[in-house]
């Protein structure tokens, strides 16, 4: 695997999988959308997390929620790793 490759799985695979849970903030939707709909790698991707992503709607949602201090520091590494990209 190439670098380029390794570099493409690493940027979009955070991507994919916030699309897949329709977790990705308003404004980046589009972009993203026009990615996946272009990238065969992403869209691969994304077949194998819809299944599982459309799994979670039996779960109970205590089960799926995080802990307040979990949430807390997801936030702030996701925060973290944005500003390390530019």
Known sequence: MSSATD???QDHLE????YALEALPSSEGPA???HIAACAHCQ???DTLRPIVESFVSW???VLRPPTSVRGHLR???L??????C
């Open 32 to 34: 993203s959308e026009a």
């Open 7 to 9: 570099k493409h799985g």
């Open 60 to 62: 109970p949602t205590d």
């Open 15 to 18: 991507l994919v999988c916030l």
């Open 80 to 85: 973290i790793r944005a500003e390390n990209r």
């Open 44 to 46: 691969r991707e994304l």
């Open 76 to 78: 702030e590494s996701r």
